[in-house]
Structure formats: C-alpha cells, structure tokens
C-alpha cells in the first residue's frame, strides 16, 4: 500500500473529485489535508473518513481565489507540523458563454483558481518533496486541455495550461522520484455543471468521479505524464493531431455551442 501513513492535500476536496481522492485515498491509510471554501462539507466528509478509517483529517477551509490565500495554507500546514507527501490540485470551475459577455470577475476568479493556485500551491510543496527524493503531484486538467474551446474560451486556456505546465514538471522532476501526473477527465458525474450553469458544457456520457480517481491511480504506477480519463475521451483528445486547427476549432465550438444565443449588445452613438 504506497499510500499509507502518507499525508495528501487535497483542493475542492468538498464534492466530486476531490471528494472522490478523499474517499479512495483514507480507504488506501492516507491522512488528508482537505481544502475547499465550504467548511460544513468538508467537516461532514472528515467526520465521515475519521469514523471509517484509522487516518489523521484536517480540514482547511480556504477560498484560493484570494492571493494570499496559498501563504496561509502553507503556513497552516507548517504549524500543524504536517509533510505534504501528496499534493492533488483539483479544485477549478468553469464558465459557459463568450467573453464579451462575461462577468470580469468571475473570468478573473477562474484564472486565479484554475491556474495561479495550482502555480502557486505546486511551487511551495515541491521544494521539499525535491529534497526527500518522494512525492507525488496530481494536477486536474480536463479533455478541454486538448483544443481551444468557443464560449469556454478561459476555463479551456486555464486547462491548456495546466496541461502544459504540468507535463513539463513530469520531465523536471522525473531524475528526483517524484511523481507529477497531469489527469484529464472529460464530463464527469459532478457539481461541476450545477457551478457551470450550462447543460451544453457537458459532452458525451458522463463517467463517474471513482472511475476518473482509478484511472489516475492506475496512471501514476504506470509513470505517465498525463493521462484522459476513459477511452472515448481519449479518442476525443486525440483528433486534433490529425486535423486543421480551424476544423479542429469549429468542431470545439459546435460541440458547447450556447442552444439559446443573445444578440450582442450594439452601442449606438446618437
Ligand atoms: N466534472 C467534469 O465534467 C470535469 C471535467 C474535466 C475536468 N474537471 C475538473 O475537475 C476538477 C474538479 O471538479 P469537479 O467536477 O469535482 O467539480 P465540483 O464538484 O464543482 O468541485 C469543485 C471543487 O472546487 C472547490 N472550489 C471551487 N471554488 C473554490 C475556491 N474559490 N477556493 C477553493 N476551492 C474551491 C469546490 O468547493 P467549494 O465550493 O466548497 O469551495 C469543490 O470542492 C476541476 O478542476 C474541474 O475543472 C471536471
């Protein structure tokens, strides 16, 4: 059992897939880190994996939005005493819509959450895990990683990054034993698009958040620097290689396109 007497932070640990590490991971003898904005679920859920397991649960609650928000965590974390053996950055969430009709805080929000904490979280736990030679980081990409994405213009360039970010970070630190995996599920069984607030967000046959948290596993004994969650959405990621990005552009655009589109505003100068 590798995982055992391990200590995982886990992020959007609250619901979905994070939930789902958290469950997999205490049946496994992980003590947890969890993290997420809802204080009462993650209690709800550490009562729950205490009660179930012989394993240690913290529960931070934190909006990692805010941009000393990974400081805090950090700090916490050393005051606790705890080594961050796991780090799985999962929290993320997406818009639906086109940019010119976006709230400019919520495309900020996304930008911070999607990529400045995985940046930022990944930064301060890697040093150490370097210098132990052990480590694993889990970062949550998406099959949106794979193709520029109309009307989810931000939450598909906030996946291409992580994507990137994260496969580059495998290569780093393959010669130091720690692991990184970049996991990119496509539509999964979530709160997610209760958040997303758009039905047409969601393509293909929804996987179930246990089957995306096995593949990851599976992946990370494997040694992989990525992995697509189920085998139609790999098939999915891989028809870009093949090709015309503009065809490869108008298909992304067809697959989430709004059902009922407003007319963009025109300003008339009178
Ligand atoms: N579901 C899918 O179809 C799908 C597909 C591909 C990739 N993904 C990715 O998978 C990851 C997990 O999503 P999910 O499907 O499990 O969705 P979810 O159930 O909505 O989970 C999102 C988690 O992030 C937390 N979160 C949201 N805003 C936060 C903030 N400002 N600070 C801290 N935590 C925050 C949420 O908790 P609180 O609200 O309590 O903060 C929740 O625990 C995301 O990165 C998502 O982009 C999902």
Redesign the pocket.
């Known amino acids: 059992m590798p995982f055992t007497d391990q200590t995982a932070l886990i992020?959007?640990?609250?619901?979905?897939?994070?939930a789902a590490f958290a469950r997999d991971l205490a049946a496994r003898g992980t003590h947890l880190i969890l993290?997420?904005?809802?204080k009462n679920?993650l209690d709800a859920l550490a009562g729950e994996l205490r009660t179930a397991h012989a394993i240690r649960v913290d529960v931070l609650p934190?909006?990692?939005?805010r941009p000393d928000a990974v400081a805090d965590l950090s700090d916490q974390i050393t005051r606790l005493g705890h080594t961050v053996d796991i780090l799985i950055n999962?929290?993320?969430?997406?818009t639906h819509g086109d940019l010119a009709a976006a709230d400019p805080h919520r495309v900020h929000?996304q930008v911070q959450?999607?990529v400045s904490a995985v940046v930022d979280l990944t930064t301060v736990f890697l040093p150490a895990m370097t210098a132990r030679r052990r480590g694993t980081i889990i970062n949550?990409a998406?099959?949106?990683a794979f193709q520029p994405l109309p009307h989810m213009a931000v939450y598909g360039a906030t996946?291409a990054f992580v994507l990137s970010f994260t496969e580059a970070l495998w290569a780093e630190a393959k010669p130091t034993g720690v692991r990184v995996l970049a996991l990119c599920?496509?539509?999964?069984e979530?709160?997610?698009?209760d958040?997303v607030g758009a039905e047409e967000a969601?393509v293909g046959k929804r996987r179930t958040?246990e089957q995306v948290v096995a593949t990851a596993l599976k992946a990370l004994d494997r040694g992989v620097p990525s992995i697509v969650d189920g085998r139609a959405n790999t098939l999915v990621t891989r028809l870009p290689r093949l090709l015309p990005r503009r065809a490869t552009i108008a298909i992304a655009e067809r697959s989430v396109r709004p059902r009922t589109t407003s007319p963009t505003p025109v300003t008339t100068h009178h």
């Open positions: 992020t959007g640990a609250s619901t979905g897939i994070g993290v997420a904005r809802s679920k934190a909006d990692l939005t999962n929290a993320g969430f997406a929000n959450l999607n949550i998406s099959t949106a996946k599920p496509g539509a999964t979530t709160p997610f698009f958040v969601s958040p």
